[in-house]
């Protein structure tokens, strides 16, 4: 996965485990990285790992904030494949109350907001930031969620653009592609930011220009 991401261009990459019915203890993900980033560097491949999660919107704030990324205040927010909970707006206000800034991932692939699309909009007044997955824009999980990923990057509800990269051979960590896609609908200096700026802001810990 390491030598695909970086012949796509990819030089960092936030190892977000889901954090959910498993709950991986953060010590145990940093030994991992710890163990990946010597492996990367005698293979000679100019990667940087860093820590972060996935995170399940029941879990209690306490949980949440052991899996920030990079131990910045910035957090995947994952709500339930099944859905939007009716109390997603009163999630989304507690992990801010906390000193949290949630990130909501893959919403193009909730049923509720591939029902309802527009529903977004008021979590993103809410307070939340969106990351949309680049094999969304490319048609790898069908025509409605292709469809979802667009609608949503081009009413300008997204600000970061991730491959939730799984393996060597399935949901590869790659985003050259999907960032072409991105282009030719808010033009390139907009899906750059989706790749480059907003994520950089992210792991930084830096307020994001939204």
Request: glycine share 4%; aromatic share 2%.
């Given at each position: 996965m390491a030598r695909i991401a970086v012949a796509d261009g990819i030089r960092t990459i936030?190892?977000?485990?889901?954090?959910?019915?498993?709950?991986?203890?953060?010590?145990?993900?940093?030994?991992?990285?710890?163990?990946?980033?010597?492996?990367?560097?005698?293979?000679?491949?100019?990667?940087?790992?860093?820590?972060g999660g996935d995170v399940a919107s029941i879990l209690p704030v306490e949980v949440v904030s052991l899996y920030t990324i990079n131990r910045t205040n910035y957090v995947l927010l994952e709500f339930p494949h099944s859905h939007l909970p009716a109390n997603a707006e009163q999630v989304i206000?507690?992990?801010?109350?906390?000193?949290?800034?949630?990130?909501?991932?893959?919403?193009?692939?909730?049923?509720?907001?591939?029902?309802?699309?527009?529903?977004?909009?008021?979590?993103?007044?809410?307070?939340?930031?969106?990351?949309?997955?680049?094999g969304s824009l490319t048609g790898v999980f069908g025509v409605d969620v292709q469809a979802c990923a667009s609608y949503l990057i081009s009413s300008r509800w997204v600000h970061i653009l991730a491959s939730d990269g799984h393996s060597s051979h399935y949901r590869l960590p790659q985003l050259s592609e999907s960032m072409r896609v991105a282009a030719q609908l808010i033009g390139e200096k907009a899906a750059l930011k989706l790749v480059q700026d907003n994520p950089a802001a992210v792991i930084s810990g830096r307020e994001l220009d939204v």
């Open positions: 936030v190892a977000t485990p889901h954090v959910k019915n498993d709950i991986p203890a953060p010590t145990l993900i940093a030994e991992k990285i710890n163990v990946l980033t010597d492996l990367l560097k005698r293979e000679g491949l100019p990667i940087n790992i860093l820590a206000f507690e992990w801010q109350l906390a000193g949290l800034r949630p990130i909501i991932t893959h919403p193009e692939r909730n049923p509720s907001i591939l029902k309802h699309p527009d529903s977004l909009e008021r979590l993103v007044e809410a307070g939340a930031l969106v990351q949309v997955t680049a």
